[in-house]
């Protein structure tokens, strides 16, 4: 695995779960593989003319293997995310049980909940990013790799 990913898992291992926007930045740093895999297939998998040059077999599994670990990487920290805003939530609905009618409580209690939905779109992104980047992936390194899960389907 290239550094630059290693880098970006720890990252996202590290980041808060705090401040949203915070948050969102550190997805998108770790969402660039993403981003940049036309680019990175078009490196991986060579031309006609440059085919004994390159092992496209092995760069196909090297980007698998990234996209992967990249994959595993957001939705833990996702996850990880939505489990400490739900437990937020709760701390803060218990609290406005005992306060109704403290205004500041209702109000902390509102902004981690539009948190926790925003946290929980970012599951669904995660997903239509993932199915993007799989499909031109598959488009590019079929015959060159076919990953271990769907070599189980076959």
Same mark, same amino acid.
């Given at each position: 695995?290239?550094?630059?990913?290693? *880098?970006?898992?720890?990252?996202?291992?590290? &980041?808060? $779960?705090?401040?949203?926007?915070?948050?969102?930045?550190?997805?998108?740093? &770790? +969402?660039?593989?993403?981003?940049?895999?036309?680019?990175?297939?078009?490196? #991986?998998?060579?031309?006609? #003319?440059?085919?004994?040059?390159? *092992?496209?077999?092995?760069? /196909?599994?090297?980007?698998?293997?990234?996209?992967?670990?990249?994959?595993?990487? +957001?939705?833990?920290?996702?996850?990880? /995310?939505?489990?400490?805003?739900?437990?937020? &939530? *709760?701390?803060?609905? #218990?609290?406005?049980?005992?306060?109704? =009618? =403290?205004?500041?409580?209702?109000?902390?209690?509102?902004?981690?909940?539009?948190?926790?939905?925003?946290?929980? #779109?970012?599951?669904?992104?995660?997903? &239509?990013?993932? =199915?993007?980047?799989?499909?031109?992936?598959?488009?590019? $390194?079929?015959?060159?790799?076919?990953?271990?899960?769907?070599?189980? +389907?076959?």
């Amino acid at each position: 695995m290239r550094p630059e990913i290693s *880098n970006m898992a720890a990252s996202m291992d590290n &980041v808060t $779960c705090g401040d949203f926007a915070h948050f969102q930045d550190a997805l998108k740093v &770790v +969402r660039m593989i993403d981003d940049k895999i036309i680019y990175a297939l078009n490196t #991986s998998v060579p031309t006609t #003319s440059f085919k004994g040059q390159i *092992n496209a077999t092995e760069k /196909c599994k090297q980007l698998y293997e990234e996209l992967m670990s990249a994959y595993d990487t +957001r939705d833990r920290a996702i996850k990880r /995310c939505i489990r400490e805003v739900s437990a937020s &939530v *709760n701390t803060q609905r #218990s609290a406005r049980e005992k306060s109704p =009618d =403290d205004f500041q409580i209702i109000k902390d209690l509102r902004k981690e909940q539009t948190k926790l939905r925003l946290l929980q #779109s970012e599951l669904s992104i995660e997903e &239509v990013v993932k =199915d993007r980047s799989l499909k031109v992936f598959h488009e590019r $390194c079929r015959n060159h790799y076919i990953p271990p899960t769907q070599k189980d +389907r076959l």
